[in-house]
């Protein structure tokens, strides 16, 4: 009961933080759907014009000298050349600039896949790209529109007469600039005394009068949309202007030069004179005073509703659950479940002489469906050290993914104590049975080996950024990549996966799950896990399949090495043949060492300096990219100092000690680490 008062006393607290900054937050513009994708024309995913592509997009940001956030440029020739403008706002400092840049290269051909002309809006910049030359030429369409929910007080004739000053004078300003810039900002007081702030933009390659016709364009928006709203963003291909009234944006950002310390062209912008007069009345405060008693009367309704609740929760008697708490959460997925008879009789009664192999969850069954669909079949062993928990992630999350690179789940059978995962058959079974097996491993060329590292790679970015959740796999290893017909890797075994909030970063954790060797060192010692625990494991798996050896300590001679230190010793002596796989031809040397010294930069001790895993997918598709110098690895062995990483678990092991009363239940899971081997299926 103290624990359901504590969670009843957070929920007040919570109710309470979220109303009283749910008027802020739900004034902010949504970026999110700001995509634009045209059905000018298509590629195909292995054209010339996608290579083209994706050189241009890798490129766009250090193709000039000058940064003053204007980036234009193209690639290729006709038919397959392409057209690039990124454009930032000015008052974005020039790393932000060609940060927010390189996101949007990253997600626009993403989620316009194939679209040979596309564009993406962001509250910090625009990217565009077109098989067709864009540069220098006005459009003001599509546009892009988000407007404030909140209404204006006052007079609305009064209102749009001082926005519509505002903003010519600002319109007046950006057009007057020069080929660098083309951007004004300013604030001006009007109406009930309210400061209202606003912006506008063009492409500077537009001439002046381009750019006055433009956002004169779309200013005409803002009566179709926005009329009487406290603000707006407008954006079109050419051009864009917001306006609110609160700050939104910062001084003018200084246009940086290569390495001399002369100041840019930048021209000052004064904020343009308005003397509309402030109209009079009571109008304001009424307002303000109903949305204050509104916001009043929806949080005594919420603290009535969550007590009522508690109160609920401590009196009812607890149901009797003929099947644990994990069934009763899959019952969303409930279209996936599929009849324990048709599962029987699919794998011939669970015949050994359909055996695939056996891993911490249980045995791995081939089987065969009634319309002659074969699957493979996990069926949890009853003396499995995992059980409802892995059951019920394995549901949950991967019935909602959906990539080329995830093995997909075709259904789940709960029938008693019976517990089935139903998959689709992946006939060339795991990766380790290739690169630790001496014949098998012939099969693997480095083209081969390099495709399977950039789709481990592009599965897991999609995990953590491009899905709908936010995953972090945490037993990522050779034994959990399936390889299809064609040798293309699906991420499998789910079970010890980890679901993120969208803007989480990292959490902690008391039960450590996934396989020593391939856990970094921050979650092995302390418990702590991210994004980059998942990239350490990568690059641990990298450097495995570059080598053909498993990442345990091996012989070397006289001396027992570590994959990652002997990687690391062979890699700053520049020697591939010593760690690369015998098997591997000679000339692919070069793009070996480089594998090698991306596989090192996922290992490093320091969670900071590993790359995030749209990172790694840039540095394995682009040579262009100059790979930074990775720092020693983790688990560096015959190191005669404590790593930093030590020191700090044993910090927070004695914290946590002394400050935190551990239950029964958390004692009986400290350490349940899986180890899967699985034979081919």
């Not at 433009?214 to 803002?222: H, K, T, V």
């Not at 019920?392 to 990539?403: G, M």
């Not at 079970?495 to 996934?514: H, K, P, W, Y």
């Not at 400050?659 to 004692?667: A, L, M, R």
């Amino acid at each position: 009961m103290e624990n359901m008062a504590k969670v009843c006393s957070r929920l007040i607290f919570q109710s309470a933080i979220c109303l009283f900054f749910a008027q802020a937050i739900i004034a902010k513009p949504n970026f999110n759907n700001s995509f634009v994708c045209s059905d000018k024309g298509d590629y195909t995913s292995n054209s010339t014009y996608k290579a083209n592509l994706n050189h241009l997009l890798y490129t766009l940001t250090s193709n000039t000298e000058i940064d003053y956030g204007f980036y234009n440029s193209s690639y290729g020739r006709d038919p397959d050349k392409v057209y690039a403008i990124g454009l930032c706002r000015g008052d974005v400092k020039p790393d932000e600039c060609r940060s927010c840049l390189y996101n949007n290269t990253i997600l626009l051909p993403r989620y316009c896949p194939n679209q040979k002309e596309a564009m993406k809006q962001d509250e910090y910049c625009i990217l565009r790209y077109s098989f067709r030359n864009i540069l220098g030429i006005m459009e003001d369409h599509p546009v892009f529109i988000q407007k404030n929910i909140h209404d204006q007080s006052g007079n609305l004739g009064t209102y749009n007469q001082f926005l519509r000053t505002l903003l010519d004078g600002l319109s007046n300003q950006a057009a007057a600039g020069g080929s660098l810039r083309k951007f004004a900002e300013a604030n001006s007081t009007g109406m009930n005394s309210k400061t209202q702030y606003a912006l506008v933009q063009c492409t500077p390659d537009l001439s002046q009068t381009d750019c006055s016709d433009c956002l004169l364009s779309a200013f005409g928006q803002i009566h179709l949309c926005c009329n009487g709203k406290q603000g707006a963003v407008i954006f079109t291909p050419s051009c864009n202007f917001r306006y609110e009234q609160y700050p939104f944006f910062g001084p003018v950002a200084d246009i940086a030069q290569p390495s001399t310390n002369t100041s840019g062209p930048v021209a000052d912008i004064a904020p343009p004179s308005t003397n509309t007069s402030a109209a009079k009345g009571n109008d304001g405060n009424k307002s303000q005073t109903v949305i204050i008693v509104g916001s009043i009367i929806a949080f005594v309704v919420v603290v009535v509703l969550i007590i009522i609740s508690c109160i609920y929760l401590r009196v009812r008697k607890p149901r009797e659950k003929p099947e644990s708490q994990a069934v009763e959460e899959i019952g969303n997925a409930e279209s996936l479940r599929l009849d324990f008879k048709t599962i029987k009789v699919a794998t011939d009664d669970f015949s050994n002489a359909n055996e695939l192999g056996k891993g911490g969850f249980g045995v791995v069954y081939k089987g065969k469906l009634s319309n002659e669909q074969v699957i493979a079949v996990k069926r949890l062993s009853k003396n499995s050290g995992q059980g409802d928990l892995e059951f019920k992630n394995e549901v949950l999350l991967v019935a909602k993914l959906q990539h080329r690179n995830l093995v997909r789940l075709l259904g789940f059978c709960l029938e008693g104590i019976e517990r089935l995962l139903i998959y689709e058959f992946v006939p060339n079974g795991s990766l380790d049975h290739f690169i630790f097996d001496p014949i098998k491993r012939e099969q693997l060329d480095w083209t081969r080996r390099y495709k399977i590292i950039g789709g481990i790679a592009r599965g897991l970015l999609y995990l953590h950024e491009d899905s709908r959740l936010r995953i972090i796999h945490r037993d990522l290893k050779a034994s959990n990549i399936l390889l299809d017909s064609e040798m293309n890797p699906k991420i499998s075994d789910f079970g010890m996966a980890r679901l993120f909030e969208l803007d989480q970063s990292e959490a902690n954790t008391s039960r450590i799950v996934g396989t020593y060797g391939y856990m970094s060192p921050e979650y092995a010692m302390c418990g702590h896990f991210s994004v980059k625990s998942d990239v350490f494991s990568f690059g641990v798996l990298m450097l495995e399949i570059i080598s053909g050896q498993k990442n345990s300590s091996f012989g070397n001679g006289e001396n027992i090495e570590n994959l990652l230190s002997y990687a690391w010793k062979n890699w700053k002596h520049g020697i591939v043949s010593n760690l690369a796989d015998p098997t591997l031809e000679v000339g692919s040397t070069t793009e070996i060492m480089r594998g090698i010294h991306i596989g090192l930069l996922c290992v490093q001790e320091n969670v900071v300096d590993r790359p995030t895993m749209a990172s790694v997918v840039l540095m394995l598709n682009s040579y262009a990219i100059t790979l930074p110098i990775p720092s020693q690895p983790a688990f560096f062995m015959n190191s005669g100092t404590k790593s930093n990483i030590c020191l700090q678990c044993e910090h927070d092991s004695r914290v946590t000690e002394s400050n935190q009363s551990k239950s029964s239940s958390d004692q009986a899971s400290l350490n349940e680490a899986s180890i899967t081997e699985l034979s081919p299926r």
